[in-house]
C-alpha cells in the first residue's frame, strides 16, 4: 500500500489539527479539489487501516478528525520508522538524493545505486544526471563518469562542502522529506538506521554544539543545532578520506578573532579526545565560518567586540532609517528594533560572506501574505549588498521582512493582561517575533512572557496559562494551541475560537457574516459558498464604523481627479505642502493643523521628506490630525528647494495622510514601484491633466 507525498501531507494536515477541520479549509491548505480531497481520504484511510490505525472521521457541521488513538500512535510511527510510508519522490527529492550519493558516497555513485536510492528508471536518473551536471559545472565542479567505477567529482573541496551545506539546509526547510533526511544521515552517518536513530556520535556532537552555545553567548534554533550536528559528521568524514578544505590565510586571521573560533576550538578539542579525529585549523576555521552563520533564538551582544559589531550596526540603523521614510512610519522602539535586527542581520552576512545556504521555507509564505512589507524590505537591503559586496536573495530578504513586520504590527496595548502566553518557535528570532505581534494584537489582553526554542520548552517550567507551538507538542498541564508560523486570515479565525473554547465560559455569539449567511441560506441556494461568505466579510469591513481601516487601498483609490493637481509653480516648499495638502482638506481626510504639522517636521528634522530626487512626500504622526487614510498629489514645474542643496529639490510632492503604521503600505509600495522608474517621473512631470497621471498609476498597479 502506497501513501505519496500529497497523501501524507494531506494526512499531516489533519494529524496536527486540534479540532475537526472543514473541508474547505483543507481545500484553501493543499490547493486540491473538493474531488481529489475526498479520493485522497478514502486512499489514506485504507493506507491506516493497513496500519492497524483506526481511519479519519467526520464530524457533522464541523469537519474532519483522527482519532486521538491514531494520532499519538502515528506520531510515535512518524518518528521512528518514517521511511516505510513509502510516498513517491518529488522531482527536487531525487536530485537532492542523488546529488548527496554523489558527494558523500563517491566511491559507490553508479547508475544501479541511483536507481536502488529513487526507485527510478534508468532515462528518468539519465535526465536527473543532466541537471545535475550543469549545477556542479557553475559551482567549479565536474562530473565525469569513469567505465566500471561509475560517476565521480573533480575540484576544489571548498565547492564540495558548499552544496553538501546547501543539501543540509534544502532537506531541513521540508518537514514532510523525513525519508530524504533519512538517506542522507545514513550517508553521512552510516551507523545510523534512521534520522530518529540517534547513535551515541551524534548525540555526542549535540551535547558538545550545546556546550559551545555558552562560548558563542547565544542559543541556536532547535534546527541549526541538527543542521550543524550534520555538518559536523560530515566534516569528520571528509576528514577520515583525507579530503582537507582550505581557507585563505587572512581570512583565518578574520576568524580566529571572532568568539565563533574559540566555540569552535572547543568542539575540535572535545572531539579530539572523544573521538581520536584530528582537526586541521582550516577545519576548525570551517566550522567557524558555519557558526558565524546559524540562525539564533537569542543573542548576548555584551561578548561581541565593537569590531565585529560597528560595521554592522551602521548598516542596520542605515536599513531603519530608510525603512521609515520610504514607509512613512516612526519606530517608537527604534533602539529595540536595532538590537533585533543585528541578531538576524549578523549571521546573515557570515551566510553571505562565506556563500553559505539557508532554505526558508516561509519564503513564498511571508512574500503572498506581506507582499508591501517585503517591497519595502527589498529597497533597504542595499546597503548590505553594499558592505557584504554580494546580492541579498529573496530567502533572506523574506526572514528580514519579519523582524521589519513585527515591529510594524506593534501597538502600544492599553488592554488589560487576561492571559499569559508562551511562543515555542524553531524557527528563530524574526519569526517569533512576528507570530508574537500576530498574536498579542488578535487576542485582547494576551502578553506573550517569552519566546523560546523546542529544546528551552523541555529543560525549563515557565508559568503561562497557554502555549503557541510552530511544532507539535503533547499537551500536559497548560494547554497548547498548535500555529503556523505566518497566520492566514482562516488561522487567525480558527486561534480565536480556540482561546474561546479554553478561556471563554459563554459560547462566542454568531458574527454578523454568519448571520447573513444564514438568512440567505433560508432563502435562497448559494453556489459559491465560500466567494459568497468573503464578499461579505469585505463588505462589512468597509462599512462597520468602529474600524476606522481594517483593508490595504490600493494607490488609484486613493489618488483620483480630486486628489491630484496639476501647477507650474508656488513661492516655497511650505507653500507647496499647503497647496498639496489642501484636497485632503477639503475632503476631510486630514484638519488644517496636520498642515502644520508637517511644515514643523520639516524644520525640525530637516529636508528627509524628499526621498530620492524631484520627489518628496510630506508626512506627520497619525494623532497629529488625521481623520481617515488619505493621499494627495502635486505636481509642479519648477521646482520647489527644501534646501539649499541640489538633491533636495522636487518637483512631485506626495502628501501622504496614514491613520496607522500598516494601512497605508499597499498603496506606499505601489507609489514607490511607479517612482523608481525615471521613465515615468519625466511623465509625471511632464503631464499635461491627471488624465495621464491616472493612467500611469494603472499601468504601475496592472503590470
Request: aromatic content about 6%; charged content about 30%.
Amino acid at each position: 500500500m502506497v501513501l505519496d507525498k500529497r497523501r501524507a501531507h494531506l494526512l499531516s494536515i489533519i494529524q496536527h489539527s486540534t479540532e475537526p477541520i472543514p473541508t474547505k479549509d483543507l481545500v484553501a491548505k493543499t490547493n486540491l479539489s473538493q474531488r481529489t480531497i475526498y479520493y485522497d481520504l478514502d486512499q489514506i484511510n485504507d493506507w491506516l487501516r493497513t496500519q492497524q490505525l483506526e481511519p479519519i472521521e467526520s464530524k457533522h457541521g464541523k469537519g474532519l478528525f483522527l482519532p486521538s488513538s491514531s494520532k499519538s500512535k502515528l506520531m510515535v510511527y512518524k518518528d521512528h520508522s518514517f521511511e516505510d510510508w513509502h510516498y513517491q519522490l518529488s522531482k527536487k527529492e531525487r536530485e537532492v538524493l542523488i546529488k548527496a550519493k554523489i558527494l558523500l558516497e563517491e566511491q559507490d555513485a553508479s547508475m544501479q545505486s541511483f536507481m536502488d536510492l529513487t526507485s527510478m528508471s534508468r532515462g528518468t536518473i539519465a535526465k536527473v544526471i543532466k541537471v545535475i551536471r550543469r549545477e556542479f559545472n557553475e559551482a567549479g565542479l565536474e562530473l565525469y563518469y569513469k567505465k566500471g567505477t561509475g560517476y565521480r567529482l573533480r575540484g576544489p573541496e571548498d565547492a564540495k562542502r558548499t552544496l553538501l551545506s546547501n543539501i543540509l539546509a534544502t532537506i531541513f526547510s521540508q518537514p514532510d522529506w523525513q525519508n530524504v533526511r533519512n538517506e542522507v544521515y545514513k550517508m553521512i552517518h552510516p551507523e545510523a538506521a534512521t534520522w530518529s536513530h540517534e547513535t551515541d556520535q551524534r548525540r555526542v556532537v549535540r551535547e558538545i554544539l550545546i556546550e559551545a552555545e555558552k562560548e558563542l553567548g547565544l542559543t541556536l534554533t532547535d534546527e541549526m543545532v541538527e543542521i550543524l550536528s550534520l555538518q559536523i559528521l560530515m566534516i569528520m568524514k571528509r576528514i577520515e578520506l583525507q579530503e582537507y578544505i582550505l581557507v585563505p590565510e587572512a581570512e583565518k586571521q578574520v576568524l580566529e578573532q571572532t568568539e565563533a573560533y574559540k566555540a569552535a576550538l572547543h568542539i575540535t578539542n572535545k572531539l579530539e579526545k572523544v573521538k581520536e579525529v584530528s582537526f586541521p585549523d582550516d577545519e576548525v576555521c570551517f566550522i567557524t565560518m558555519n557558526l558565524l552563520g546559524s540562525k539564533v533564538q537569542h543573542d548576548n551582544f555584551n561578548r561581541y567586540t565593537e569590531q565585529e559589531l560597528s560595521g554592522l550596526k551602521e548598516v542596520v540603523q542605515q536599513m531603519i532609517d530608510d525603512f521609515q521614510i520610504y514607509s512613512c512610519v516612526v519606530f517608537d522602539d527604534k533602539n529595540g528594533l536595532e538590537e533585533n535586527l543585528i541578531s538576524h542581520i549578523k549571521p546573515t552576512y557570515y551566510r553571505l560572506k562565506y556563500g553559505l545556504h539557508i532554505a526558508n521555507d516561509l519564503a513564498d509564505s511571508i512574500q503572498k501574505t506581506y507582499p508591501d512589507i517585503f517591497h519595502l524590505t527589498k529597497r533597504v537591503m542595499r546597503h548590505l549588498e553594499l558592505y557584504v559586496g554580494k546580492t541579498v536573495p529573496d530567502e533572506e530578504a523574506a526572514y528580514i521582512t519579519l523582524h521589519f513586520g513585527g515591529w510594524l504590527t506593534k501597538e502600544k496595548k492599553k488592554v488589560e493582561t487576561k492571559f499569559k502566553a508562551l511562543i515555542v518557535c524553531e524557527n528563530g528570532i524574526g519569526t517569533s517575533n512576528m507570530l508574537l505581534t500576530q498574536l498579542e494584537n488578535l487576542i485582547a489582553g494576551l502578553n506573550v512572557i517569552t519566546t523560546i526554542s523546542m529544546r528551552e520548552y523541555r529543560n525549563t517550567d515557565y508559568p503561562a496559562d497557554v502555549i503557541f507551538s510552530t511544532n507539535y507538542i503533547k499537551e500536559k498541564d497548560i494547554p497548547v494551541v498548535h500555529v503556523p508560523a505566518i497566520l492566514t486570515n482562516l488561522e487567525k479565525e480558527r486561534v480565536i475560537k480556540r482561546m474561546n473554547e479554553l478561556f471563554d465560559s459563554k459560547p462566542p455569539e454568531q458574527n454578523m457574516t454568519d448571520h447573513l449567511m444564514d438568512v440567505i441560506k433560508r432563502h435562497a441556494t448559494i453556489h459559491q459558498e465560500d466567494d459568497l461568505k468573503n464578499e461579505l466579510v469585505r463588505l462589512l469591513e468597509q462599512n462597520t464604523p468602529q474600524t476606522k481601516e481594517l483593508r490595504k487601498p490600493m494607490l488609484n483609490e486613493l489618488l483620483t481627479e480630486q486628489t491630484i493637481q496639476l501647477k507650474d509653480q508656488v513661492e516655497s516648499w511650505e507653500e507647496a505642502i499647503k497647496v498639496a495638502g489642501q484636497p485632503l482638506i477639503d475632503q476631510q481626510s486630514i484638519r488644517p493643523e496636520y498642515v502644520e504639522a508637517m511644515i514643523s517636521n520639516v524644520k525640525e528634522l530637516g529636508p528627509y521628506i524628499v526621498i530620492a530626487p524631484r520627489i518628496a512626500i510630506p508626512h506627520a504622526r497619525p494623532e497629529t490630525g488625521v481623520e481617515q487614510l488619505g493621499m494627495s498629489f502635486l505636481r509642479l514645474k519648477e521646482p520647489v528647494f527644501f534646501s539649499d542643496k541640489e538633491k533636495h529639490r522636487a518637483q512631485l510632492i506626495i502628501v501622504l495622510a496614514a491613520i496607522d503604521n500598516q494601512t497605508h503600505l499597499k498603496a506606499l509600495a505601489q507609489l514607490t514601484e511607479l517612482l523608481s522608474n525615471e521613465d515615468n517621473v519625466e511623465q509625471l512631470i511632464s503631464a499635461s491633466d491627471q488624465k495621464t497621471v491616472i493612467e500611469l498609476i494603472n499601468q504601475t498597479i496592472e503590470v
